[in-house]
């Protein structure tokens, strides 16, 4: 079955689900509406946004949330001291990345956090609607055993609160989620976009729900996308949304001024994407 557009929703904290429902509500503001994807890729926050668009809920409903204040408590989260980390256990286990993950995995499971269920309660909250949608949402989460990344859909028979709990296990924070006889951590440590399971698509439009460093996975998977014959278009955060999404994408305190943030960028930048997603850019 041939797939002519694909969504690709990469992971960035409760802020990064703030920007991404603003910058899809300003893009529907303007005349364009993604959520007509043959094909959504989701990976952390992208799978929880992705849950959301197509859970039958208005986008504006979806995007007045994000406004209104949070119960939920901010979490310390230290992006740079994540990236020691890991930058560590590349040094302690080689550049084997199924054997870095697995080492992630290792310490995401021994780490202290809330348990599971309240864990899983705060997810469930987000999302309109607790069953997979008719069109193909792919989540992507990584067994925290083996290193192994999973992908889920609704052929999947996994609960879509569970894949997207799974998905948005921030190692190290948040805890792994039981799913059978395995746990899950974030799909974000396999590839914070996983932009590659959008092989074949006719076009891609990648989302990058917080702006990435020039480490990031991404630019090789744009190309691989593109070497297979897909057009690709890449958005993320712009200046103004990176201020208002602040230095910790866990902290719910920032989510309002991140939505409006991406609202007003989706605005400014519905023409270019409209063009793409139509197929009527200039060459």
């Known amino acids: 079955m041939t797939i002519e557009r694909a969504l690709v929703l990469g992971g960035g904290g409760v802020t990064g689900i703030a920007w991404g429902l603003g910058f899809l509500i300003g893009l529907l503001d303007e005349g364009l509406d993604l959520r007509d994807a043959d094909l959504i890729v989701g990976t952390s926050a992208g799978s929880s946004v ?21 119960s939920e408590q901010a979490v310390t ?26 080492r992630i995995g290792q310490m995401a499971l021994s780490a202290p956090s809330v348990p599971e269920a309240e864990r899983r309660a705060i997810i469930a909250s987000r999302l309109p609607n607790p069953e997979w949608p008719a069109q193909r949402l792919v989540i992507v989460a990584v067994d925290a055993e083996t290193g192994e990344p999973r992908f889920f859909d609704r052929d999947a028979d996994v609960p879509l609160t ?15 989620v039981t ?21 074949g698509a006719q076009r891609v439009l990648v989302l990058s729900l917080l702006k990435l460093d020039a480490q ?4 090789g998977e744009v190309a691989a996308l593109a070497g297979g014959g897909s057009a690709v278009l890449v958005a993320e955060p712009d200046a103004a949304s990176v201020e208002a999404i ?18 007003q960028q989706g605005r400014r930048q519905a023409a270019e994407l409209k063009a793409f997603w139509m197929g009527n850019e200039k060459p």
């Open 50 to 70: 992705g849950a959301q668009i197509t859970g039958g809920m208005p986008l504006e409903q979806l995007y007045a949330r994000q406004l209104e204040p949070s």
């Open 77 to 102: 989260f230290d992006a740079e001291a994540m990236g020691r980390t890991f930058a560590a256990i590349m040094h302690e286990v080689g550049p084997n990345p199924t054997a870095i993950r697995k």
């Open 162 to 176: 569970d894949a997207v709990a799974a998905s948005c296990a921030v190692p190290g924070v948040w805890p792994p």
């Open 179 to 199: 799913i059978g006889d395995h746990r899950y951590m974030d799909g974000g440590v396999h590839s914070v976009t996983n932009a590659d399971l959008a092989q």
């Open 216 to 219: 990031s996975p991404l630019p």
């Open 246 to 263: 602040g230095p910790n994408v866990l902290d719910p305190a920032r989510r309002a001024g991140t939505a409006q943030a991406g609202r």
